[in-house]
């Protein structure tokens, strides 16, 4: 990819997309060719479709030397103005410089005419947010598990002044170990030093932060990624995220009151409610900062000592 000048990042909602959208990336985002040669001379063949976002169609590719792979592919006809491709090339940018354990490995990145692919460790067991739909609710063991692997992703990020700001259940993978990595960098922010500020409104509707409702005045930081690991955790334990509302002016409304409830009928342990309370404050000067998150009690609680594919459609033996 040839670097364009550098201009002040700028992020959009990635909310929910109209149907119409959609439409549209798919006609753009045309299949990609069945051999994809890289200019180096690398033949990557491609495989099945795996999914598709707001922005990109993902297909697997394989190697010369059998080796599979994620291809995001981004179709050219897409990128229409600098801001796009100034997004694009921040998402390259940023993902490349990370490696960690639970975030999906960048690979490589190459173009031919038509698209930009982006060459990622293959996640085939899918998403959090595909487990929760088939296994309704997660028992409170396994939520702890995968937690810590959130918690110590983030921990790695926030490290790095990255901020993700798109945290939600349907971009943390699985990887073929069933180990959970965290992906799609798309709305991801360097900040310059820990005292500065995001301005630009974005995230997904029940994931999103109330600072972030605030307005561009209010400004944002670390914390936003920390109100999504307490959306995520509620999620996962209680069956739907706290604020879920079919018309998303309710949703914005509720976040910025902080309604929520724990439902009699889908009990919790304490400990879970505490941290959940602490993690969804409305003040992010109040929410814990990811280094204080696992001193909590809640993880003094037994923990499964790994997931196995069996928990993609059932809860595990033991643990219900
Ligand atoms: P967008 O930036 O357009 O939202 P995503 O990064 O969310 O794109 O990827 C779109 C879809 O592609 C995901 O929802 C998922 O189904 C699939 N996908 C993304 N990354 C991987 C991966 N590393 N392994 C397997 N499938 C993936």
């Known amino acids: 990819l040839t670097p364009i000048k550098a201009t002040k990042s700028t992020t959009q909602p990635s909310q929910s997309q109209p149907k119409k ?10 299949t990609p060719p069945s051999i994809v040669r890289t200019r180096n001379g690398r033949d990557y063949h491609r495989g099945t479709f795996l999914g ?24 050219k006809a897409s990128i229409k103005n600098e801001k796009t491709k100034t997004k694009l090339l921040s998402e390259i940018k940023i993902h490349k410089s990370l490696k960690h354990a639970n975030i999906v490995n960048f690979v490589d990145c190459f173009e031919d005419d038509i698209n930009v692919y982006i060459l990622l460790e293959i996640c085939p067991n899918q998403s959090l947010m595909e487990l929760l739909k088939t296994r309704k609710r997660v028992s409170e063991p396994e939520v702890r598990y995968f937690m810590v692997q959130i918690v110590g992703a983030i ?10 700001r798109d945290l939600k259940l349907g971009n943390i993978f699985f990887d073929p170990d069933m180990n959970l990595k ?44 920390i109100w999504a690991i ?3 955790m509620y999620a996962l334990l209680i069956g739907k995220p706290p604020f879920q509302a079919k018309d998303v002016q309710v949703i914005y409304e509720r976040i910025k009151k902080t309604e929520y409830f724990f439902p009699a009928d889908k009990p919790i342990s304490e400990e879970a409610k505490t941290l959940i309370k602490d993690l969804l404050s409305l003040n992010p000067l109040n929410r814990p900062t990811i280094n204080e998150i696992l001193s909590y009690d809640w993880f003094k609680g037994p923990f499964p000592d790994k997931t196995h594919e069996i928990s993609l459609s059932d809860t595990p033996r033991g643990l219900n």
């Open 182 to 225: 965290i992906g799609d960098f798309g709305l991801a922010s360097v900040l310059p030093d820990n005292n500065s500020k995001k301005y630009t409104i974005c995230g997904t509707p029940n994931y999103i932060a109330p600072e972030v409702l605030g307005g561009k005045l209010v400004g944002h930081s670390y914390e936003v990624d």
């Open 230 to 232: 307490g959306i995520m």
């Open 21 to 30: 959208k959609k439409e549209k990336l798919s006609a753009l985002c045309k």
């Open 155 to 164: 921990k790695y990020l926030h490290s790095r002044r990255v901020i993700h």
């Open 52 to 75: 598709e976002g707001g922005f990109a169609r993902c297909f697997q590719m394989k190697d010369s030397a059998g080796h599979i792979y994620a291809a995001k592919t981004v179709a």
